[in-house]
């Protein structure tokens, strides 16, 4: 509706530029457009106003009543100044929740927008990586550089001094030996940045298979570090490599033997990736690795570390909001309509193992031994093909993880077995 026309059809006018309705592209250009008259009439069937001067008598279902917003700001900075947050302060908890479906056993399925330009750890810790690449890829230049201009020189030195063409390698031009290049490495491999992600990309199989999941955080990270000990600055073994954990207060989970059996079924994928096996790189890692698992065996104790309740001080809204940001991928695919029961149990289960022990050992038992759905095998696949995405991100303390995930696990298998 252009203000002015005096119609209450389409017409077409002339535009040009200056005008509602005219994207123009250049001085003085015009164009012939529809546009409509601003009368009201019958062929309107919604009209948006807004209130421009109020009276002191109030709109009935209008201006009487408060209406509370359906969706909030998304980028941290705005989140911050309605809420006169610090700049250490969490964004993430105010964000503007809505409830977009609630089920029939009490479950709430909520949706949430993504938080904007938010700073986190990981992403400082990305940019502090990216500034290091940087500069150690301007070190290895310069060196380069220099290295190149020196060989140059002994070259044509060597080539003056023999009369021919000299085309031995380059670290035989530097000795003026006419042998092979050398097949071993120094340290360190790569710079400390780049050793860690070429650690990473390492992906230890059977680790889960052979030590359990509470043992198995303790052995990955008892490899990736013996990986970036070697490639840094080679790995050291410990002096006196005995059995730590024999103590007055708890014994060792297992013995050297078992744990020299263990370590060397682990099957280490991808190693050839970033490390050469014909420099001794990738034999040197191996090595590396494999001692570091094999020292971590050792020092396991029976006994779990104690944890306090509630799990890092929570209070029951916040335990209630850190379970919910649990993503579990796979429980469609594998319950189809039980989606919605087996995810309240997962859900229950981590409040409760965050509140108090859980008992993730007890045996599960079936109230409908005649009727159940699942039997007590297709319970154990299914729950633990799940994966529980998200899972490190509010639950990363000594054992939080662990514990959190066996009991969403048993709580899983639980509520399975009586569906």
């Known amino acids: 509706m252009l203000n002015g026309v005096l119609r209450k059809s389409r017409v077409r006018l002339l535009l040009k530029v200056g005008q509602n309705l005219l994207r123009y592209k250049r001085d003085g250009y015009r164009k012939r457009k529809s546009v409509r008259g601003c009368i009201v009439a019958e062929d309107i069937s919604t009209l948006n106003l807004s209130i421009v001067t109020q009276s002191d008598k109030q709109i009935a279902g209008l201006s009487d009543s408060m209406m509370p917003n359906r969706k909030g700001p998304k980028r941290a900075s705005k989140i911050r100044k309605l809420f006169s947050l610090g700049a250490d302060e969490n964004v993430c908890r ?6 977009v479906k609630e089920y029939d056993n009490g479950f709430k399925k909520y949706k949430a927008p993504k938080v904007q330009r938010l700073i986190t750890k990981r992403v400082q810790q990305r940019r502090e990586d990216l500034k290091k690449v940087k500069a150690d890829r301007k070190t ?10 020196m060989l140059s020189g002994k070259a044509s030195l060597l080539a003056l001094l023999v009369g021919r063409t000299y085309a031995a390698p380059v670290a035989t031009i530097v000795n003026g030996l006419d042998s092979p290049a050398p097949t071993t490495f120094t340290h360190p491999m790569m710079s400390p940045t780049q050793c860690k992600a070429a650690c990473r990309e390492i992906h230890p199989i059977s680790v889960h298979k052979t030590f359990g999941e509470q043992n198995k955080q303790v052995i990955l990270a008892a490899l990736y570090t013996g990986c970036e000990q070697e490639c840094t600055s080679g790995y050291v073994a410990p002096v006196d490599p005995s059995i730590g954990c024999p103590t007055e207060d708890y014994d060792c989970l297992f013995d050297a033997t078992t744990c ?7 099957d280490l994928r991808r190693l050839n990736t970033n490390f050469d096996k ?3 790189e990738k034999h040197a890692i ?14 396991i104790p029976k006994t779990p570390a104690t944890l306090s309740y ?9 335990i209630k909001q850190d379970c919910e940001h649990i993503v579990p991928v796979g429980v469609h695919s594998n319950f189809g309509d039980d989606k919605a029961t087996i995810m309240h149990a997962i859900y229950t289960g981590c409040e409760e193992a965050a509140t108090g022990p859980y008992d993730y050992k007890a045996p599960i038992v079936a109230f409908c031994p005649t009727a159940c759905k699942y039997t007590e095998d297709e319970c154990d696949s299914y729950c633990g093909d ?3 995405h998200k899972l490190w991100e509010f639950w990363s303390g000594d054992g939080e993880k662990s514990e959190i995930y066996l009991a969403s696990k048993h709580s899983c298998k639980k509520a399975c077995a009586n569906i």
């Not at 590396?288 to 971590?296: G, I, N, P, Q, R």
């Open 94 to 99: 105010l964000v503007a929740r809505r409830v």
């Open 140 to 149: 290895q230049s310069i060196k380069l550089k220099s290295t190149s201009t």
């Open 260 to 266: 020299d059996s263990y370590c060397s079924e682990i």
């Open 278 to 280: 014909a420099t001794g």
């Open 286 to 299: 191996y090595t590396a690795m494999k001692a570091s698992c094999k020292l971590a065996c050792t020092n």
């Open 310 to 318: 509630p799990l890092g001080g929570r209070t029951p809204l916040d």
């Open 386 to 388: 799940i994966n529980l």
